[in-house]
Protein backbone atom coordinates (compact mmCIF):
# COMPACT_ATOMS: atom_id res chain seq x y z
CA UNK A 1 0.00 0.00 0.00
CA UNK A 2 2.97 2.80 1.16
CA UNK A 3 4.57 1.84 -2.66
CA UNK A 4 1.20 2.16 -4.40
CA UNK A 5 0.51 5.50 -2.76
CA UNK A 6 3.67 6.89 -1.94
CA UNK A 7 3.04 9.56 -4.39
CA UNK A 8 0.00 10.38 -2.95
CA UNK A 9 1.20 12.48 0.02
CA UNK A 10 1.42 15.76 -1.14
CA UNK A 11 4.49 17.53 0.36
CA UNK A 12 3.92 21.04 -1.37
CA UNK A 13 0.04 21.22 0.45
CA UNK A 14 0.45 23.95 2.70
CA UNK A 15 -3.65 24.08 4.16
CA UNK A 16 -6.42 22.00 3.28
CA UNK A 17 -9.75 23.29 4.41
CA UNK A 18 -12.58 21.26 5.51
CA UNK A 19 -15.36 23.99 5.30
CA UNK A 20 -17.74 24.30 2.50
CA UNK A 21 -15.62 27.46 1.02
CA UNK A 22 -11.79 27.39 0.21
CA UNK A 23 -8.81 29.94 -1.34
CA UNK A 24 -9.04 28.16 -4.59
CA UNK A 25 -12.45 30.04 -5.91
CA UNK A 26 -13.60 28.31 -8.94
CA UNK A 27 -10.03 27.16 -9.89
CA UNK A 28 -10.30 23.22 -9.69
CA UNK A 29 -8.07 21.76 -7.13
CA UNK A 30 -7.13 17.87 -7.13
CA UNK A 31 -6.75 17.35 -3.41
CA UNK A 32 -10.15 18.90 -2.24
CA UNK A 33 -12.50 19.01 -5.81
CA UNK A 34 -14.63 16.65 -7.19
CA UNK A 35 -13.44 14.77 -10.61
CA UNK A 36 -16.40 15.87 -12.67
CA UNK A 37 -15.43 13.60 -15.66
CA UNK A 38 -15.55 10.70 -13.44
CA UNK A 39 -19.02 10.89 -12.33
CA UNK A 40 -21.07 7.68 -12.70
CA UNK A 41 -22.54 7.67 -16.16
CA UNK A 42 -24.39 4.28 -16.79
CA UNK A 43 -25.30 1.39 -14.82
CA UNK A 44 -21.75 -0.13 -13.84
CA UNK A 45 -20.11 -2.03 -11.26
CA UNK A 46 -16.71 -0.67 -12.45
CA UNK A 47 -15.97 2.54 -10.85
CA UNK A 48 -12.79 5.01 -11.82
CA UNK A 49 -10.79 7.51 -10.14
CA UNK A 50 -7.82 9.83 -10.49
CA UNK A 51 -5.13 9.39 -7.82
CA UNK A 52 -2.09 11.17 -7.81
CA UNK A 53 0.33 8.49 -9.24
CA UNK A 54 -2.31 6.73 -11.99
CA UNK A 55 -5.77 5.53 -11.20
CA UNK A 56 -7.74 3.47 -9.05
CA UNK A 57 -10.90 1.40 -10.33
CA UNK A 58 -12.75 -1.63 -8.93
CA UNK A 59 -15.20 -4.44 -10.34
CA UNK A 60 -17.35 -4.99 -7.58
CA UNK A 61 -15.45 -6.77 -4.45
CA UNK A 62 -12.00 -5.76 -4.99
CA UNK A 63 -10.61 -2.22 -5.37
CA UNK A 64 -7.07 -1.95 -7.57
CA UNK A 65 -4.53 0.46 -8.90
CA UNK A 66 -3.46 1.17 -11.99
CA UNK A 67 -0.03 3.11 -13.01
CA UNK A 68 0.25 6.25 -15.87
CA UNK A 69 2.13 3.34 -17.74
CA UNK A 70 -1.15 1.16 -17.08
CA UNK A 71 0.20 -1.72 -15.08
CA UNK A 72 -2.48 -2.83 -12.45
CA UNK A 73 -2.20 -4.37 -9.11
CA UNK A 74 -4.99 -4.98 -6.18
CA UNK A 75 -4.67 -2.39 -3.64
CA UNK A 76 -3.15 -5.12 -0.79
CA UNK A 77 0.31 -5.08 1.30
CA UNK A 78 -0.74 -8.31 3.09
CA UNK A 79 2.13 -10.72 2.49
CA UNK A 80 1.84 -13.71 0.51
CA UNK A 81 -2.03 -12.96 -0.41
CA UNK A 82 -3.51 -14.58 -3.61
CA UNK A 83 -5.81 -11.31 -3.86
CA UNK A 84 -8.74 -11.90 -6.08
CA UNK A 85 -7.70 -15.46 -6.64
CA UNK A 86 -8.19 -16.28 -3.12
CA UNK A 87 -10.87 -19.56 -2.36
CA UNK A 88 -14.10 -17.95 -2.10
CA UNK A 89 -14.50 -18.31 1.41
CA UNK A 90 -11.06 -17.05 1.57
CA UNK A 91 -11.57 -13.55 -0.30
CA UNK A 92 -12.11 -11.56 2.64
CA UNK A 93 -8.62 -12.01 4.25
CA UNK A 94 -7.29 -9.69 0.93
CA UNK A 95 -7.60 -6.21 1.64
CA UNK A 96 -8.31 -5.26 -1.38
CA UNK A 97 -11.66 -6.73 -1.26
CA UNK A 98 -14.64 -4.73 -0.17
CA UNK A 99 -17.69 -6.69 -0.83
CA UNK A 100 -19.36 -4.32 -3.07
CA UNK A 101 -17.55 -1.35 -3.67
CA UNK A 102 -20.33 2.04 -4.60
CA UNK A 103 -17.93 4.91 -5.19
CA UNK A 104 -14.04 5.37 -4.68
CA UNK A 105 -12.84 9.33 -4.35
CA UNK A 106 -9.27 10.75 -4.00
CA UNK A 107 -9.17 13.69 -1.47
CA UNK A 108 -6.88 15.08 0.68
CA UNK A 109 -4.36 12.38 0.47
CA UNK A 110 -6.10 9.40 1.32
CA UNK A 111 -8.79 7.25 -0.66
CA UNK A 112 -12.13 6.97 0.29
CA UNK A 113 -14.58 4.03 -0.60
CA UNK A 114 -18.33 3.07 0.25
CA UNK A 115 -18.76 -0.61 0.35
CA UNK A 116 -21.04 -2.83 2.06
CA UNK A 117 -18.76 -4.68 4.37
CA UNK A 118 -14.65 -5.74 4.00
CA UNK A 119 -13.92 -8.50 6.19
CA UNK A 120 -15.85 -11.56 7.34
CA UNK A 121 -15.59 -9.74 10.59
CA UNK A 122 -17.73 -7.15 10.15
CA UNK A 123 -21.83 -7.20 11.02
CA UNK A 124 -24.35 -7.47 8.63
CA UNK A 125 -25.69 -4.21 7.78
CA UNK A 126 -28.71 -3.29 7.32
CA UNK A 127 -30.01 -3.85 3.37
CA UNK A 128 -30.00 0.12 2.88
CA UNK A 129 -26.75 1.02 4.42
CA UNK A 130 -22.88 0.70 3.38
CA UNK A 131 -19.81 1.94 5.18
CA UNK A 132 -17.70 5.02 3.68
CA UNK A 133 -14.04 3.93 4.35
CA UNK A 134 -10.92 6.33 4.52
CA UNK A 135 -7.39 4.22 3.59
CA UNK A 136 -4.19 6.50 4.61
CA UNK A 137 -1.57 6.63 2.12
CA UNK A 138 0.85 6.32 5.63
CA UNK A 139 -0.19 3.21 6.97
CA UNK A 140 -2.50 1.08 4.18
CA UNK A 141 -4.89 1.30 7.38
CA UNK A 142 -8.35 1.27 6.30
CA UNK A 143 -11.01 3.30 8.85
CA UNK A 144 -14.43 3.00 9.27
CA UNK A 145 -15.90 6.91 9.47
CA UNK A 146 -19.61 5.95 8.99
CA UNK A 147 -22.61 3.97 7.82
CA UNK A 148 -24.01 6.09 4.56
CA UNK A 149 -27.24 5.37 3.03
CA UNK A 150 -27.08 2.93 0.37
CA UNK A 151 -30.07 2.76 -1.75
CA UNK A 152 -29.60 1.49 -4.99
CA UNK A 153 -29.40 4.87 -6.86
CA UNK A 154 -27.24 6.65 -4.24
CA UNK A 155 -25.09 8.70 -5.63
CA UNK A 156 -21.57 9.76 -3.62
CA UNK A 157 -19.35 12.31 -4.04
CA UNK A 158 -16.56 14.87 -1.77
CA UNK A 159 -16.28 17.96 -2.88
CA UNK A 160 -14.40 21.15 -0.35
CA UNK A 161 -15.09 19.47 2.52
CA UNK A 162 -17.77 17.65 2.49
CA UNK A 163 -19.32 14.01 1.33
CA UNK A 164 -22.11 14.31 -0.79
CA UNK A 165 -25.26 12.42 -0.68
CA UNK A 166 -27.71 11.79 -3.87
CA UNK A 167 -30.89 9.37 -3.83
CA UNK A 168 -34.16 9.13 -4.87
CA UNK A 169 -36.81 8.20 -2.65
CA UNK A 170 -39.68 6.15 -3.42
CA UNK A 171 -41.79 8.87 -4.16
CA UNK A 172 -39.31 9.74 -7.00
CA UNK A 173 -38.65 12.67 -4.68
CA UNK A 174 -34.43 13.22 -4.60
CA UNK A 175 -32.70 14.57 -2.05
CA UNK A 176 -28.97 15.96 -2.18
CA UNK A 177 -27.67 15.83 1.35
CA UNK A 178 -24.00 16.30 3.07
CA UNK A 179 -21.82 16.14 6.03
CA UNK A 180 -18.33 17.32 6.65
CA UNK A 181 -16.14 14.68 5.62
CA UNK A 182 -14.13 15.78 9.00
CA UNK A 183 -16.95 14.84 11.25
CA UNK A 184 -18.84 12.06 8.70
CA UNK A 185 -20.92 10.93 11.53
CA UNK A 186 -22.85 14.14 12.64
CA UNK A 187 -26.59 14.58 11.30
CA UNK A 188 -26.85 14.99 7.39
CA UNK A 189 -27.67 18.43 6.42
CA UNK A 190 -30.42 18.24 3.48
CA UNK A 191 -28.89 20.56 0.52
CA UNK A 192 -31.41 20.05 -2.06
CA UNK A 193 -34.78 18.37 -2.74
CA UNK A 194 -36.19 17.54 -6.40
CA UNK A 195 -37.62 15.55 -8.70
CA UNK A 196 -36.11 12.75 -9.96
CA UNK A 197 -32.19 12.32 -8.79
CA UNK A 198 -29.83 15.77 -8.71
CA UNK A 199 -26.41 14.90 -10.39
CA UNK A 200 -24.81 18.19 -9.87
CA UNK A 201 -21.61 19.30 -11.03
CA UNK A 202 -19.09 21.32 -8.86
CA UNK A 203 -17.40 23.69 -9.55
CA UNK A 204 -15.26 25.81 -7.18
CA UNK A 205 -16.73 26.91 -4.15
CA UNK A 206 -20.77 26.21 -6.11
CA UNK A 207 -22.52 23.54 -7.60
CA UNK A 208 -25.22 23.57 -10.23
CA UNK A 209 -27.90 22.02 -11.26
CA UNK A 210 -30.75 21.74 -13.48
CA UNK A 211 -34.72 21.71 -12.29
CA UNK A 212 -38.05 22.91 -13.67
CA UNK A 213 -38.88 26.20 -13.40
CA UNK A 214 -42.37 27.33 -12.11
CA UNK A 215 -44.19 27.59 -15.78
CA UNK A 216 -42.17 24.35 -16.37
CA UNK A 217 -39.52 25.30 -18.11
CA UNK A 218 -36.05 23.85 -17.89
CA UNK A 219 -33.38 25.99 -15.56
CA UNK A 220 -30.01 26.08 -14.75
CA UNK A 221 -29.70 27.07 -10.86
CA UNK A 222 -26.21 28.19 -8.84
CA UNK A 223 -25.80 27.42 -5.70
CA UNK A 224 -23.53 28.92 -3.35
CA UNK A 225 -21.88 26.37 -0.72
CA UNK A 226 -21.27 28.73 1.80
CA UNK A 227 -24.26 30.36 1.99
CA UNK A 228 -26.49 28.34 0.31
CA UNK A 229 -27.58 31.36 -1.90
CA UNK A 230 -29.23 30.07 -5.20
CA UNK A 231 -29.16 32.42 -8.89
CA UNK A 232 -31.06 31.26 -11.71
CA UNK A 233 -28.44 31.24 -14.70
CA UNK A 234 -30.60 30.31 -17.38
CA UNK A 235 -34.56 30.13 -17.35
CA UNK A 236 -36.16 29.55 -21.15
CA UNK A 237 -39.89 28.89 -21.61
CA UNK A 238 -38.68 26.94 -25.13
CA UNK A 239 -36.97 24.10 -23.13
CA UNK A 240 -37.74 20.76 -24.37
CA UNK A 241 -40.11 18.96 -21.90
CA UNK A 242 -38.58 15.71 -22.28
CA UNK A 243 -35.12 16.89 -21.21
CA UNK A 244 -32.12 19.30 -20.21
CA UNK A 245 -29.54 17.86 -18.40
CA UNK A 246 -25.92 19.38 -17.39
CA UNK A 247 -23.42 17.53 -18.98
CA UNK A 248 -19.95 18.77 -17.52
CA UNK A 249 -17.70 21.99 -17.47
CA UNK A 250 -16.37 22.81 -20.84
CA UNK A 251 -12.73 25.05 -21.16
CA UNK A 252 -14.09 27.04 -17.74
CA UNK A 253 -18.26 26.75 -18.95
CA UNK A 254 -21.55 25.02 -18.10
CA UNK A 255 -22.15 21.99 -20.62
CA UNK A 256 -25.77 22.14 -21.12
CA UNK A 257 -28.05 19.94 -23.17
CA UNK A 258 -31.41 20.40 -24.31
CA UNK A 259 -33.61 17.59 -25.95
CA UNK A 260 -37.28 17.05 -27.73
CA UNK A 261 -38.84 14.02 -28.19
CA UNK A 262 -42.12 12.68 -29.74
CA UNK A 263 -43.25 9.04 -29.83
CA UNK A 264 -44.88 7.64 -32.89
CA UNK A 265 -46.32 4.50 -32.36
CA UNK A 266 -43.48 2.37 -31.07
CA UNK A 267 -40.69 4.65 -31.94
CA UNK A 268 -38.97 7.55 -30.98
CA UNK A 269 -38.37 10.53 -32.73
CA UNK A 270 -35.92 13.15 -31.74
CA UNK A 271 -37.28 16.85 -32.33
CA UNK A 272 -34.48 18.65 -31.39
CA UNK A 273 -30.86 17.71 -29.37
CA UNK A 274 -29.00 20.83 -28.99
CA UNK A 275 -25.76 21.65 -26.89
CA UNK A 276 -24.91 25.48 -24.77
CA UNK A 277 -22.55 26.85 -23.03
CA UNK A 278 -23.66 29.05 -20.08
CA UNK A 279 -21.36 31.81 -18.41
CA UNK A 280 -21.27 30.18 -14.70
CA UNK A 281 -21.16 33.98 -13.30
CA UNK A 282 -22.77 35.78 -15.51
CA UNK A 283 -25.32 33.08 -17.02
CA UNK A 284 -25.14 33.97 -20.59
CA UNK A 285 -25.64 31.25 -23.13
CA UNK A 286 -24.66 30.78 -26.29
CA UNK A 287 -25.53 28.10 -28.72
CA UNK A 288 -22.88 25.42 -29.44
CA UNK A 289 -23.91 22.44 -31.77
CA UNK A 290 -26.92 20.40 -33.34
CA UNK A 291 -26.33 16.76 -31.88
CA UNK A 292 -28.85 15.56 -34.07
CA UNK A 293 -26.87 16.62 -36.87
CA UNK A 294 -24.18 13.98 -36.22
CA UNK A 295 -24.26 10.35 -37.85
CA UNK A 296 -26.92 8.48 -39.58
CA UNK A 297 -28.70 7.20 -36.84
CA UNK A 298 -32.02 8.18 -35.61
CA UNK A 299 -30.59 8.19 -31.86
CA UNK A 300 -28.31 11.64 -31.75
CA UNK A 301 -24.79 10.85 -29.93
CA UNK A 302 -24.17 11.38 -26.00
CA UNK A 303 -22.26 14.07 -25.29
CA UNK A 304 -19.36 14.44 -22.91
CA UNK A 305 -17.00 16.80 -21.81
CA UNK A 306 -13.24 16.04 -20.10
CA UNK A 307 -13.15 19.94 -19.08
CA UNK A 308 -11.08 20.36 -22.23
CA UNK A 309 -12.45 17.92 -25.16
CA UNK A 310 -15.87 17.62 -26.48
CA UNK A 311 -16.59 13.42 -26.70
CA UNK A 312 -19.61 12.14 -28.70
CA UNK A 313 -20.33 8.82 -28.13
CA UNK A 314 -22.29 7.01 -30.93
CA UNK A 315 -24.15 4.06 -29.72
CA UNK A 316 -25.37 1.46 -32.76
CA UNK A 317 -29.12 0.48 -32.60
CA UNK A 318 -28.95 -3.09 -33.17
CA UNK A 319 -25.32 -4.54 -33.01
CA UNK A 320 -23.15 -4.38 -29.60
CA UNK A 321 -20.80 -2.04 -31.15
CA UNK A 322 -20.00 1.75 -30.15
CA UNK A 323 -17.39 4.59 -31.22
CA UNK A 324 -16.23 7.24 -29.27
CA UNK A 325 -14.70 10.92 -31.29
CA UNK A 326 -13.75 13.91 -30.10
CA UNK A 327 -14.49 17.48 -31.96
CA UNK A 328 -12.53 19.65 -33.57
CA UNK A 329 -11.84 23.64 -33.21
CA UNK A 330 -14.78 23.54 -35.99
CA UNK A 331 -17.20 20.86 -34.10
CA UNK A 332 -16.30 18.64 -36.82
CA UNK A 333 -15.57 14.72 -35.54
CA UNK A 334 -11.85 14.28 -36.16
CA UNK A 335 -10.85 11.35 -34.11
CA UNK A 336 -12.52 8.14 -33.10
CA UNK A 337 -11.95 4.80 -31.74
CA UNK A 338 -14.63 1.90 -31.84
CA UNK A 339 -15.26 -1.21 -29.96
CA UNK A 340 -17.38 -3.97 -31.66
CA UNK A 341 -18.84 -7.14 -29.64
CA UNK A 342 -19.47 -5.82 -26.38
CA UNK A 343 -22.57 -3.53 -24.75
CA UNK A 344 -21.64 -0.15 -22.98
CA UNK A 345 -22.10 0.03 -19.65
CA UNK A 346 -20.59 3.05 -18.59
CA UNK A 347 -18.64 5.79 -19.92
CA UNK A 348 -16.33 8.46 -18.01
CA UNK A 349 -14.89 11.06 -20.01
CA UNK A 350 -11.87 11.37 -17.74
CA UNK A 351 -9.71 14.34 -16.93
CA UNK A 352 -8.41 15.44 -20.21
CA UNK A 353 -5.53 12.87 -20.74
CA UNK A 354 -7.24 9.46 -20.22
CA UNK A 355 -10.80 8.40 -20.36
CA UNK A 356 -12.79 5.02 -19.58
CA UNK A 357 -14.92 2.62 -20.65
CA UNK A 358 -16.70 -0.07 -19.43
CA UNK A 359 -18.99 -2.98 -21.59
CA UNK A 360 -21.03 -6.07 -20.79
CA UNK A 361 -21.44 -8.97 -22.50
CA UNK A 362 -22.54 -12.13 -21.29
CA UNK A 363 -21.83 -12.01 -17.89
CA UNK A 364 -18.32 -10.52 -18.71
CA UNK A 365 -17.34 -6.95 -18.06
CA UNK A 366 -14.50 -5.53 -19.37
CA UNK A 367 -12.81 -1.40 -17.89
CA UNK A 368 -10.84 0.24 -20.75
CA UNK A 369 -8.98 3.51 -20.94
CA UNK A 370 -8.44 5.81 -23.83
CA UNK A 371 -5.37 8.16 -24.40
CA UNK A 372 -6.58 11.21 -25.39
CA UNK A 373 -3.94 11.69 -27.42
CA UNK A 374 -3.75 11.88 -31.82
CA UNK A 375 -4.33 9.27 -32.82
CA UNK A 376 -6.95 7.95 -29.80
CA UNK A 377 -5.85 4.86 -28.83
CA UNK A 378 -7.57 2.12 -26.26
CA UNK A 379 -5.92 -0.39 -24.28
CA UNK A 380 -7.64 -2.94 -22.79
CA UNK A 381 -7.51 -3.04 -18.97
CA UNK A 382 -9.42 -5.93 -17.03
CA UNK A 383 -12.06 -8.43 -17.49
CA UNK A 384 -14.32 -10.08 -15.11
CA UNK A 385 -15.92 -13.30 -15.89
CA UNK A 386 -17.55 -13.95 -12.76
CA UNK A 387 -18.48 -10.63 -11.54
CA UNK A 388 -16.38 -10.43 -8.82
CA UNK A 389 -13.17 -12.70 -9.70
CA UNK A 390 -11.24 -14.37 -12.52
CA UNK A 391 -9.67 -11.65 -14.04
CA UNK A 392 -7.13 -11.56 -16.81
CA UNK A 393 -4.57 -8.43 -17.21
CA UNK A 394 -2.79 -6.01 -18.97
CA UNK A 395 -3.26 -7.12 -22.79
CA UNK A 396 -2.82 -4.25 -25.35
CA UNK A 397 -4.87 -4.41 -27.93
CA UNK A 398 -5.06 -0.90 -29.35
CA UNK A 399 -5.40 1.36 -31.79
CA UNK A 400 -8.45 -1.16 -32.52
CA UNK A 401 -10.77 0.24 -35.38
CA UNK A 402 -10.17 4.31 -36.32
CA UNK A 403 -12.85 6.35 -39.19
Not at 53 to 63: Q, W
Not at 238 to 254: F, M, R, T, V
Request: aromatic fraction near 12%.
Amino acid sequence: MKRIFSALLAVGLALLLLTGCSNYGNTYHFETDYPNGFAVSGKTICLVAPVKDGYCFSNDSFLYHMDMDGKTSVVCSRAGCNHDKEEAGDLWKCEGYYGSIAFIQYYDGALYLVATTFTAKEKVLANDQALLIRISPDTGMREILAPVDNIGNAVYMIHRGYFYTSAVRSDNLSELKRVPISAPRSEPETVLTGEGQIIPVFLGDHLYYGRKSENGSACVVRRDLGSGKETVLTDTSDAPEDGAWLCGIYQGKLLWERRRVHIDEDTILFEKDEAFLIDPSSGETERLLDLLSFGESNIPPALYTDGQNLILLHQSEEEAAFSICTLDETLQEEKAVVLDGDFLSAFYPGDGDTAFITTDLYYSQKLYRILMDDPLKSYFVHESSQMYTAWSTEDFIGPITFD
